[in-house]
């Protein structure tokens, strides 16, 4: 599990540079990070009703690859969400048009 969530914070890491690389600064996200670590930052995101702006703005960019939602479903990382935050995840990309 502690390999998982490091790897699961280098995968979140790895997203948000290349947010920046894309000009898209991701500071509401990492400011999540700073207090929380990727696994909190994501689980506070998949346990909210409504998407976030940066999920927002990332479906605006046509790059729901770099959202939490994406990250979070990947196989390697799937033992660190429950059920309903995996669900929620995959039905958020798929209303969106995203499929992983």
Do not use: H, N
């Not at 696994?39 to 959202?67: C, H, P, Y």
């Amino acid at each position: 599990m502690v390999i998982q969530s490091a790897a699961f914070q280098e995968a979140v890491g790895a997203a948000v540079r290349e947010c920046y690389d894309l000009g898209y600064r991701p500071t509401y996200f990492q400011q999540m990070l700073s207090e929380l670590d990727a696994v909190g930052a994501a689980q506070k995101l998949l346990t909210t009703s409504t998407v976030s702006d940066g999920f927002t703005r990332l479906w605006e960019m046509k790059r729901l690859d770099l959202t939490v939602e994406a990250i979070a479903l990947r196989p390697e990382f799937g033992e660190l969400f429950t059920r309903s935050e995996l669900r929620t995840a995959k039905d958020r990309l798929a209303d969106y048009g995203y499929s992983a």
